[in-house]
Every structure is written in C-alpha cells, then in structure tokens.
C-alpha cells in the first residue's frame, strides 16, 4: 500500500523538475539493431558483449549481451564491467581540461616546465614539447610499445627510456599514435595537481560526472565483471587480463555500459551533465577540434566510411561518418574491444564493448549498422561483411602457419654450439635481452617480461615460441637472428617484437 501511494508521487516530482535536473529514461532497443547484434554475436562467437546508445540527452539502450564468460551462466548486463583500454585517453584528455579550466596548467604549457624529469633525445623537441603535443600524438616519436607490452616495465622506468625514443615523423608534422608519451602527460597533469594521475582522475572526473563504477588504474573485483577471451587453438577460451597499469593515462579505465552512457552525454552536451558543469565549453571545444592531421589513403576511408579528411584532437579522433562530423576513439586491451562514436550534430552516440579478441573488427561494424540506423540510411550488413573478410585472413595465416611448420620441422641445426648464442644482449630503447641455455635449449627473455623458447629455424637464426598462450598465437612466426662480429663470433641480436624493431649488441 505504501509502495502505491509513493509511486504517483515520484511520477509527479519527475514532472515538476526543471528539465536539466530529470533523470534520463531509457528507452527500448530498436528491435531490428537487436537482431543486428544477436545475430553477429552468433555468427562471430562472441561470448558476451554490452552497447550503449544515447540521444538527445535520453538514454535509448544501456544493456549486454551473452555472457560474461565462456561455460559459465552469469550474464552480461549494463552494469558489466569491461577494460575500454584506449578509450582512457578521452578520460585523460578530460582531466587536463578540468586543470585548464582552474588555471592550474595550460594547454600550451611546456613539459619540461612540468615534468623536468622526463628528457627527450632531441633537445629542440624537449626544449618545445607541450601538453597539446602530448594529448594530440604529434611529437613525431616511436610508439615503442613492447617497452611495455613484453619488456614490462614500470612506469617510472618508462619515463626514463623517453630519452631514447627516435624520430618517426617530423614533430607536429602528423600523428605517431604513443601510448608512453600519453602516459607522460598523465604524469604531468599528476605533477601540475599534486596528487596521482588515478586520484585526479577519480576525483575531479569520473565522481562529478556520477560514473560509480568506473575504475582507473584498478582491478575490477566482484562477479559482475567481463572475462577476456581469445581464439587459442581454434576454440574460444578465457584468457589472462593484461594489467595496463604502466601506462595507466593512456590504457587503464574499466568501465560499463551505464557510466559510459554518462561519459557520452557529458561530450554531447558540451561539457554537462544532469544541468551540472563539470568541463567548460571552451576545454571541450578543444578537445573536439584537430590539432593533428592523419594520413588517410582511399582505401582506409572507404573501409571507415570517411568522405573528407582525418585528424586527431585530444583524445579523440575527428573524422566524419558518411559525410557527418564524427568523433570516435577504439580500444584494445587483451581480449577487449571497445569502440565509442559521438555524432555531434545529432546529439547521438553510443559504444559497444566485447569480451573475446577472436572477432576483429566486429565493434567498429556493430558502430558502422548502429550510425547507418540513426541515419535512416537503407539497411547494410557490416558485421556480415567484416566476418567474410576475418575468414579470408584466417585462411591465409593457416596457410602460412603451415608453411612456417613445415619449414621448421626441416630446419637446420644451428651451426654453433647453442651455448655461442646464450648471453645479455642490450638495445638502447628495449634494454637486455637474456639468451639463456637450459637442459632443453635456447631461452629468450626481454628485460624481466616475456620469455619463450628459441626453436631452430636457419643457420643462425631461431623462431620464437612465446611462453604465454597468447602471445603464442598471436605472435606465431616471429624470428630472432644472430649475427657475427668481426671476430666471427656473436655480436648482434636482432628481432621484431610487433612492429618494434630491436637490433641488441652483445654485451662482454
């Protein structure tokens, strides 16, 4: 009886409130974008995923998908965290923009000014690098992820190899996408306030924006949390977190489908939420504008459905979608996809999380059929079409799999004792490299991080078979060559770790 009589009377407090000050109401998932997503969930193998869509202030869908993990039945639902990795960098945008509002630092500010621990190999670049450099991607230097990603390391050491970072692009020339250096902007935003990057964030952030359960640079606890998952010898699996936490401002925030939805009203309102400001308009202008050009081909804006050009603003990418002014930002953290797009002008955006590796591409497809929806554009398939093209590139890594297993099962013994190659080889950006001889053979280490087996591939060089599952399957083929010195005996190592080149002299 108690319930009945408070019910009319929360209905009438709704309708007295101010319009700013009412609670958004969810409405219902269109059905046909239900099916969309039920039926690429299907023909993907997605264990689980969750979507957001918000427009014109209202929140249309906060909800998941399947399961959270594989063989267990605790389901995904709008309040099931995920590791959105990349989507941080909006985050820490945002928190510099909360600083720059109080006059605590400037967009423009200089990093040496800020942060004079962190020294750059170019004088003239550490003389000149700011904030907006940082926060845009256009310092020009080298990603240089497997610092850490295999060598590991923590985030004061990754502060200190900045120095050994080399040129990839002319600085302020165009967009070299650096996770560390997104990190060294955190750590100059922590220096600037006084407090940790997490802190900053946590409190002048996520709190005011009334995000409850999103965490940065902290593991998730409790069972409504989304598992990673990756296709390991082909059959989906759980697979272990990676922990982001070096390069926390740029990889570090979990989050799910209900705060997201906030995150995404927060930018489509300019900087407010719930009639509360909690970014100026001006900071959040910046933040959407490009401050960096990106290089487009045809075929990238075809595959991206971009019409004009490409640029980085901070944290954010600005392109178009079919001809409207978008921005967006992806993520990927192991066995996590993530993707978030904003349609400005239309007061729409939304973003869809997974919880499996083994379907690339499939966030940003599920964003392509959900814009193409709101649009009122006819109806495509391009979930359908991204999985024709998945099953093209898993018959050719089979193909080359077995090339690279037949070649191995043939390969020639080393010629050197295998205990020639064992030593600590060192790099000037990676560090060393540890070539140890066990009873079963060859091991290599990279600094103290990944470590996997050196298996004979030809004369002098070895395939590397990773020790964690993972990277096994994901870095199948990679290949370390040893070189001679002049003395003829081994002086060099050289391998590429991704798409970082490592070329290790010998220590004595």
């Known amino acids: 009886m108690r319930m009945r009589r408070f019910l009319p009377c929360l209905t009438m407090l709704l309708v007295l409130l101010p319009e700013t000050e009412r609670p958004p109401q969810p409405r219902e998932m269109p059905v046909e974008l239900d099916e969309v997503i039920t039926r690429a969930m299907r023909e993907w193998d997605v264990p689980g995923l969750a979507v957001a869509i918000v427009k014109d202030d209202q929140v249309v869908a906060a909800r998941g998908y399947g399961v959270r993990e594989v063989g267990k039945p605790g389901r995904v639902d709008g309040r099931t965290l995920f590791d959105v990795a990349s989507l941080t960098k909006s985050f820490t945008a945002a928190a510099a923009a909360v600083l720059v509002d109080e006059g605590t630092i400037g967009w423009d500010d200089r990093i040496r000014e800020r942060l004079p621990s962190v020294v750059f190999r170019d004088p003239f670049v550490g003389h000149e690098v700011t904030l907006r450099d940082l926060l845009s991607h256009r310092t020009g230097l080298q990603p240089a992820n497997a610092l850490f990603y295999f060598a590991r390391y923590d985030r004061a050491e990754l502060m200190r190899r900045v120095r050994t970072l080399r040129p990839q692009g ?19 935003l922590a220096a600037a306030a006084g407090t940790t990057w997490a802190d900053l964030v946590r409190t002048r952030l996520i709190e005011p924006a009334g995000m409850r359960s999103t965490l940065a640079e902290a593991r998730p606890e409790g069972p409504n949390v989304a598992r990673p998952h990756a296709v390991l010898q082909e059959r989906q699996q759980p697979i272990r977190p990676f922990d982001f936490a070096m390069v926390g401002p740029a990889s570090s925030i979990h989050s799910n489908a209900e705060d997201m939805a906030r995150w995404l009203r927060l930018h489509l309102n300019g900087g407010t939420l719930d009639g509360r400001r909690v970014i100026s308009a001006a900071s959040m202008a910046e933040m959407h504008t490009p401050h960096c050009i990106i290089a487009t081909t045809p075929e990238m804006r075809k595959a991206r459905n971009v019409r004009f050009f490409g640029g980085y603003g901070l944290g954010w990418q600005v392109m178009d979608h079919r001809g409207h002014p978008m921005l967006w930002h992806s993520g990927n953290a192991d066995g996590m996809p993530a993707y978030m797009a904003l349609l400005p002008e239309q007061g729409f955006g939304l973003v869809v999380m997974l919880n499996t590796w083994g379907a690339p591409g499939l966030h940003g497809a599920l964003v392509t059929a959900i814009l ?71 091991t290599l280490q990279v600094a103290s991080g990944a470590s996997g087996r050196l298996e004979a591939w030809d004369k002098d060089s070895f395939l590397v078979a990773w020790d964690d599952p993972v990277f096994r399957e994901y870095f199948y083929g990679q290949v370390a060559a040893f070189a001679a010195g002049e003395d003829g005996r081994i002086a060099r190592l050289a391998l590429t770790l991704n798409r970082d080149k490592v070329d290790a002299a010998r220590r004595p």
């Open 170 to 188: 002319p600085f302020r020339g165009r967009m070299v996408y650096s996770n560390i250096l997104y990190t060294v902007a955190g750590e100059t």
């Open 372 to 442: 193409d929806h709101h649009l009122g554009l006819p109806p495509t398939d391009p979930a359908g079409e991204s999985l024709a093209r998945h099953r093209a590139a898993l018959r050719e890594q089979a193909e080359g799999r077995r090339a690279v297993e037949d070649r191995r099962k043939s390969a020639p013994t080393p010629q050197r004792p295998l205990s020639d190659y064992a030593g600590v080889y060192e790099d000037e950006t990676m560090g060393l490299l540890h070539v140890r001889l066990t009873g079963e053979g060859l």
